[in-house]
């Protein structure tokens, strides 16, 4: 046998198994995105922490977010918290949801937490549909009052539902924006996990 | 929330020197009551959930990035295994 033939027998196994590989990735849909990046600290604030800084902030709340990498400019409308815990999310899969116990974009500290749907059964796809497919280093604008806060994509992370980590919604820390919806298998109407890309300010 | 958001704007746009001093000595007293206003919010309560998706799209992509990428490997290996193993024939004039 040649060396030729060698390296062709070779290469054809080798391709058939990613092939195999590729149809077993196909018949298993739903698998959460892989973790990647580093996450912001969001340290709770200390308590000798002054309650305002010196100078003047720009707290306004957002009211759109932008992901020119998704081609996603959606508004944001202020939500609260179910009686049960869960995050209120507007009914409408266009547009975003801050949770107004978070902080406001532009704030020295604190965790600014945006969520949108993936999909709805009625609507189909959500404003952040392809949010886990957003690379790290992507540029997020969310505008705030007259001001566009920018930031960059850092990290991305599948929770499991109802394990969301405390400090997404700890008071404090580093100043950074997540981005939240769902992701995962799909069953009975809701989704294993949530997915959550974390970004900080560019100019930080 | 919007009279922070006026009390910015006049801070870097107003033309009046007087009220931009009063919405700069305004602002820290705005902001603690944002810290108040935060901190009732927090008292209703934080998440422990969040609720996003209710359609499954999102869980029926098939063509994934790394699928794709698996299926294009493969076409390349088994073009380039079709070329190795293909006998060469000699063409006659």
Same mark, same amino acid.
């Given at each position: 046998?040649?060396?030729?033939?060698?390296?062709?027998?070779?290469?054809?196994?080798?391709?058939?198994?990613?092939?195999?590989?590729?149809?077993?990735?196909?018949?298993?849909?739903?698998?959460?995105?892989?973790?990647? !990046?580093?996450?912001?600290?969001?340290?709770?604030?200390?308590?000798?922490?002054?309650?305002?800084?010196?100078?003047?902030?720009?707290?306004?709340?957002?009211?759109?977010?932008?992901?020119?990498?998704?081609?996603?400019?959606?508004?944001?409308?202020?939500?609260?918290?179910?009686?049960?815990?869960?995050?209120?999310?507007?009914?409408?899969?266009?547009?975003?949801?801050?949770?107004?116990?978070?902080?406001?974009?532009?704030?020295?500290? !604190?965790?600014?937490?945006?969520?949108?749907?993936?999909?709805?059964?009625?609507?189909?796809?959500?404003?952040?549909?392809?949010?886990?497919?957003?690379?790290?280093?992507?540029?997020?604008?969310?505008?705030?009052?007259?001001?566009?806060?920018?930031?960059?994509?850092?990290?991305?992370?599948?929770?499991?539902?109802?394990?969301?980590?405390?400090?997404?919604?700890?008071?404090?820390?580093?100043?950074?924006?997540?981005?939240? %919806?769902?992701? !995962? %298998?799909?069953?009975?109407?809701?989704?294993?996990?949530?997915?959550?890309?974390?970004?900080?300010?560019?100019?930080? | 929330?919007?009279?922070?958001?006026?009390?910015?704007?006049?801070?870097?746009?107003?033309?009046?020197?007087?009220?931009?001093?009063?919405?700069?000595?305004?602002?820290?007293?705005?902001? /603690?009551?944002?810290?108040?206003?935060?901190?009732?919010?927090?008292?209703?309560?934080?998440?422990? /959930?969040?609720?996003?998706?209710?359609?499954?799209?999102?869980?029926?992509?098939?063509?994934?990035?790394?699928?794709?990428?698996?299926?294009?490997?493969?076409?390349?290996?088994?073009?380039?295994?079709?070329?190795?193993?293909?006998?060469?024939?000699?063409?006659?004039?």
């Amino acid at each position: 046998m040649t060396r030729r033939r060698t390296a062709g027998w070779a290469a054809l196994a080798a391709g058939l198994s990613a092939s195999v590989a590729g149809v077993a990735l196909l018949l298993q849909p739903g698998r959460p995105p892989a973790d990647e !990046g580093s996450v912001p600290v969001a340290a709770v604030a200390s308590p000798s922490a002054p309650l305002v800084d010196a100078a003047p902030q720009p707290w306004a709340p957002p009211t759109r977010v932008t992901i020119g990498a998704l081609k996603v400019d959606a508004p944001v409308d202020a939500v609260g918290v179910e009686p049960g815990g869960a995050l209120v999310v507007p009914e409408n899969p266009a547009r975003l949801g801050w949770w107004i116990g978070s902080a406001t974009p532009g704030s020295p500290r !604190g965790t600014v937490v945006v969520a949108g749907h993936v999909d709805t059964a009625a609507d189909g796809p959500g404003a952040l549909f392809r949010l886990e497919t957003l690379p790290l280093g992507a540029t997020v604008q969310v505008r705030a009052g007259d001001r566009v806060v920018t930031y960059r994509t850092v990290a991305r992370r599948s929770y499991a539902k109802e394990r969301l980590p405390a400090d997404l919604f700890a008071a404090g820390g580093a100043p950074r924006l997540a981005l939240v %919806t769902c992701g !995962g %298998t799909f069953h009975n109407g809701v989704y294993s996990h949530n997915v959550v890309v974390y970004a900080e300010p560019a100019s930080a | 929330m919007k009279a922070m958001a006026l009390g910015q704007k006049e801070i870097s746009q107003g033309s009046d020197d007087a009220a931009q001093k009063a919405a700069r000595d305004a602002a820290p007293v705005i902001a /603690s009551h944002h810290e108040l206003l935060d901190d009732a919010a927090r008292s209703l309560g934080v998440p422990s /959930s969040i609720g996003t998706g209710t359609g499954g799209e999102a869980a029926a992509r098939p063509f994934t990035a790394p699928v794709i990428g698996l299926f294009s490997l493969g076409a390349l290996l088994l073009a380039a295994a079709a070329v190795l193993l293909m006998r060469r024939r000699t063409v006659r004039a």
